[in-house]
């Protein structure tokens, strides 16, 4: 039974350009949550996509958008990247739109230079 | 606004004591609690989820007790080995009653000495 993956592993940008980072959740799981990282920090939520639909959104500007495909899959695309968008990218799958015992995948570490 | 706090600083504990973390929150209702567990340069890993009418949940090595009256909630580690060294993060449920993420304290390093 696969678990979350994510790709790419890293990933270096140069400011003010565009990124996509991909997840696919655990078996059987329907929802995808987007979390940034910063280094000594929790994780921050980003969005929720459940049925296709962003359901939820943290407190993250509007560069920051994504997508979920008919089979649960999800993309994060980040645009006009700033040096302070260095993060690591977590992913989290859970089921029906919940955030209970969310399974997270390895990340995405992002650097942006 | 709302806040979540843990042990800011690194706990040190020697192999086979109890490790005892501790993570305070304001201006929460939060419908449950949830501990994870994090290893450098990994996604957390979930491990114990305690409810608002919990007050206690354990998992083989692994207990938590949850006090809404003090907003507190305490995450013990007992007969600790090396192998627990990592961060744990404490993540409460947003107001929406999870459908708006969770959010996470900083966490706290967790040092298992030989």
């Known amino acids: 039974d696969a678990g979350v993956t994510q790709s790419p592993t890293h990933l270096i940008k140069t400011r003010g350009q565009q990124v996509t980072l991909r997840c696919s959740p655990k078996?059987?799981?329907?929802?995808v949550s987007w979390y940034q990282q910063a280094l000594g920090q929790g994780p921050q939520f980003i969005f929720q996509?459940?049925?296709?639909?962003?359901?939820q959104r943290g407190n993250f500007p509007d560069r920051f958008s994504g997508h979920q495909f008919p089979n649960y899959s999800s993309e994060l695309n980040v645009n006009a990247l700033l040096l302070g968008d260095s993060a690591l990218y977590l992913c989290?799958?859970?089921?029906?739109?919940?955030?209970?015992?969310?399974?997270f995948g390895p990340g995405t570490r992002l650097t942006v230079t | 606004s709302q806040k979540i706090e843990q042990n800011s600083e690194a706990l040190n504990i020697q192999e086979g004591k109890t490790a005892t973390l501790t993570c305070n929150y304001t201006?929460?209702?939060?419908?449950?609690l949830q501990w994870y567990r994090q290893d450098p340069g990994r996604g957390p890993v979930f491990l114990l989820l305690?409810?608002?009418?919990?007050k206690e949940k354990r998992k083989e090595r692994l207990k938590v007790t949850f006090d809404t009256t003090l907003k507190q909630s305490l995450f013990h580690i007992t007969a600790s080995q090396p192998a627990d060294s990592a961060t744990y993060l404490c993540?409460?449920?947003?107001?929406?009653?999870?459908?708006?993420?969770?959010?996470f304290g900083k966490g706290t390093h967790l040092i298992i000495q030989p």
């Open positions: 989290a799958s859970s089921f029906s739109a919940s955030v209970y015992e969310q399974y």
């Open positions: 078996s059987g799981h329907d929802t």
């Open positions: 996509y459940y049925e296709e639909e962003e359901r």
């Open positions: 201006n929460y209702s939060p419908a449950y």
């Open positions: 305690i409810r608002e009418n919990e």
């Open positions: 993540a409460l449920d947003g107001a929406g009653g999870g459908a708006d993420g969770l959010t």
